[in-house]
């Protein structure tokens, strides 16, 4: 049997090729253990990454997954504009008010493929006429219920009278909802709807929108969670891990060690392969010396060093052939914009900065200067560094604000609330801390408003 190597998976995953890929591929099944057969089986490798496919716990039928065409969320997912949205949503309704889902489908399907076409107005319009159409072939008797606003005598008051009592309702709804400990410091942050609000603000063309609508709902495949591909309502692929390297910085000789460092910066930084196997191959020969004179002038050869040179040669096109597999690695070579956008994200001391990052890399993308796979690799880059940054312990002077506010009073915190929002008091120490520190004092101060009401109403 074919030992593998304990170190590494790649001899797992990745069969050695030989002239007969049958026998070859049982050969390397009987030489794995049991454990290592059964990843074998159960996973498949792209590129650098192992995978498997799997269902979720409660699959969706086919009638369901097609009738998803006609719910709000496919119309917001399409439309973009919630108005738009709600008012295809109530034209479809009515017009399918008799129909199946077969039927209801059918017509979405119809009606979208005109608004591609057509545009979204013109179509809308024609629903809604034709709804309108179909109403009046079926009239609904309407009967009047005595309102309360009638006076003893049967009759209506004024109508002044009944807007007024509606919109002071209103204000007390309202005044109900934002009343008390319902109050929020600031939304999520939203790198692609902060994108498309910018386009719309800079009154974007219909071509300009679409192609940024299709460039979210390309970048809706990655999962936070793990899944590298969603494939269905019921089926995804799920990252298993990824294959390591066959070689690594470690079988370098100690002395060397440091080449694979240098090859992987002059990768990065664009420098041509010649001048790159230049610079490593002369290093090599005055680590490994295979030739020369010594001390007292008599010359030598060296057939271990030759051998140490040629091994130490063979690492490093390993590595090489590795970084140019690696798309992250192959993108900062290939791509300034990216380069210099990830370089940003990555030195930020600030989430806003990070903000201000991403917002760039959605202009560079509208631009056409940053692919679609570029872009999704940034905003994995810029939500992980946001973490790194929330982590981080905070500074002395959000110390001091957090120990202020777990030491406040009920009316020292409405003061804290009031000073911290917006531009209120711009003097405020909190106004020139980082962004994730100044959410931690927000959370801080809504946490200690909670304790000191439970307190008070106790």
Same mark, same amino acid.
Request: net charge negative.
């Given at each position: ?33 049991? *454990? ?19 269902g979720?716990?409660?699959?969706v ?16 997912k ?8 709600? =008012?295809?949503m ?6 399918? =008010? ?25 179509? *809308? ?13 079926h ?69 300009e ?31 298993c ?20 460092? =240098? ?55 390993? *590595? ?47 631009s056409?200067?940053l ?7 940034l ?15 905070p ?37 020139v ?26």
């Open positions: 049997m074919t030992a593998y190597n304990n170190r590494s998976n790649h001899s797992i995953f990745v069969p050695v090729e030989t002239a007969s890929p049958k026998d070859g591929l049982m050969a390397h099944i009987a030489g794995l253990g049991k *454990l290592a057969r059964l990843d074998f089986e159960r996973c498949a490798v792209a590129g650098e990454i192992i995978y498997a496919v799997e979720d716990a409660a699959p039928s086919q009638a369901d997954e097609e009738a998803r065409i006609g719910t709000l969320a496919y119309a917001l399409k439309l973009g504009k919630p108005t738009d949205a709600a =008012e295809f109530r034209c479809l309704n009515a017009l399918c =008010e008799e129909g199946d889902a077969r039927y209801r489908q059918v017509v979405a399907s119809y009606y979208y493929g005109e608004i591609a076409a057509r545009g979204c107005g013109e179509v *809308l319009k024609e629903m809604a006429l034709l709804t309108m159409q179909l109403a009046s072939l009239p609904v008797l309407e009967e009047v219920e005595e309102s309360e606003w009638a006076n003893d005598s049967g009759e209506y008051g004024d109508d002044d009278e009944n807007v007024a009592s509606l919109f002071a309702q209103e204000v007390a709804a309202m005044t109900r909802l934002v009343s008390g400990r319902r109050r929020a410091a600031r939304l999520p942050q939203d790198d692609a709807a902060e994108w498309l609000a910018t386009l719309e603000a800079e009154d974007a063309s219909v071509e929108l679409d192609a940024a609508f299709g460039t979210i709902e390309a970048m809706e495949q990655y999962d936070e969670g793990g899944a590298l591909v969603v494939m269905g309502s019921h089926e995804r692929t799920v990252v891990g990824r294959v390591e390297d066959e070689f690594s910085d470690e079988d370098l000789p100690v002395r060397a060690q440091y080449l694979a460092g =240098e090859l992987r910066r002059g990768y990065i930084s664009g420098v041509a392969f010649d001048a790159l196997w230049e610079d490593l191959d002369a290093q090599l020969e005055a680590l490994f010396p295979v030739r020369g004179r010594t001390e007292t002038g008599a010359k030598f050869y060296s057939h271990a060093n030759r051998v140490w040179q040629q091994f130490s040669r063979q690492v490093l096109e390993a *590595l090489l052939g590795d970084c140019e597999q690696d798309f992250h690695l192959r993108a900062l070579r290939t791509n300034r914009t990216y380069r210099q956008l990830h370089q940003a994200i990555r030195r930020a001391s600030d989430t806003r900065t990070v903000g201000e990052a991403m917002q760039q890399a959605w202009a560079a993308r509208t056409g200067a692919p679609v796979k570029h872009l999704a690799a905003k994995t880059a810029a939500a992980l560094q946001r973490e790194r940054l929330a982590a981080e312990r500074s002395v002077m959000a110390e001091r604000l957090l120990q202020e506010v777990e030491r406040a009073s009920s009316a020292r915190l409405r003061f804290l609330s009031w000073a911290c929002y917006g531009e209120n008091q711009p003097q405020h120490p909190i106004h801390l980082p962004q994730q520190e100044q959410s931690k004092i927000w959370n801080a101060i809504k946490s200690r408003k909670a304790v000191v009401t439970v307190k008070v109403n106790a």
